[in-house]
């Protein structure tokens, strides 16, 4: 699978996730319930949550290493309402399809590097990390537009490490698990979310590292293989 089917694929499943979960027309900014959507603020509260993985505390824990790869997974949830709100824009801008929007990200700044091997990010970098994160919150909070803030989180991708055969798997990962979450009882409360012992998101991590050509539909089938074994 090459990097634009890749894209396309994620930009997809996203639609579909945000259609099921929402109501279709969610991008009008209003779920089925009525509850206002903002991605800026989801986009916002995650990247608060991303930094949260570093030590920047000057009293606390000042030796200990960044948790790179809990970055690397905040950094698939803050995608998750980047594309969200480009799918939005494009929407209610009248810009096309989603392989429109797709052959946009392709076009920015940061994105041929950002699909190049990804580099070991360095620890003695985390300020300039940090700082480069809350150059997107600012950005998100100043109404700055889809454009700029893909821009900004390919950049820090990059500069963390995560490589776009990374975000991938690990997009493909969370955005089928979200899914299954929802059809077996996650709003309801029902769902169980420790499989023999380990969270769901272990369970399905190991599927994905265990073959890496697994599909959306074939990911989704091997979760609900493991769910109904549970007691």
């Keep these: 699978m090459n990097r634009k089917q890749m894209l396309t694929e994620m930009f997809r499943l996203q639609q579909k996730l945000n259609d099921e979960t929402n109501g279709i027309g969610w991008e009008k900014g209003y779920n089925k ?19 949260d993985s570093f030590n920047w505390k000057h009293w606390k824990d000042i030796n200990i290493e960044p948790d790179w790869d809990n970055i690397k997974i905040e950094l ?31 076009d920015t700044k940061y994105f041929d590097e950002f699909c190049t091997d990804s580099i070991a990010p360095d620890s003695s970098d985390s300020l300039s ?15 700055e537009d889809f454009y700029k803030i893909t821009d900004d989180f390919f950049s820090a991708a990059i500069e963390c490490g995560l490589s776009m055969d990374d975000l991938y798997k690990y997009y493909l990962g969370k955005n089928i698990l979200n899914g299954f979450r929802q059809d077996n009882g996650y709003k309801e409360g029902t769902y169980k979310k420790v499989w023999n012992g380990k969270e769901d998101n272990d369970v399905m991590m190991r599927i994905l590292e265990e073959d890496a050509n697994l599909t959306a539909d074939s ?13």
């Design 33 to 51: 319930h009525d509850r206002i959507i903002n991605w800026r603020r989801c986009i916002y509260m995650e990247c608060a949550e991303l930094i």
């Design 219 to 231: 990911l989704y089938k091997k979760l609900k293989e493991v769910y109904t074994t549970l007691s």
């Design 129 to 143: 990390i940090i700082n480069n994160i809350e150059h997107m919150m600012k950005d998100t909070l100043t109404q």
């Design 76 to 106: 698939v949830d803050i995608w998750h309402f980047v594309m969200s709100l480009g799918l939005e824009y494009y929407k209610n801008e009248n810009l096309g399809t989603i392989d429109d929007l797709v052959a946009y990200v392709i």
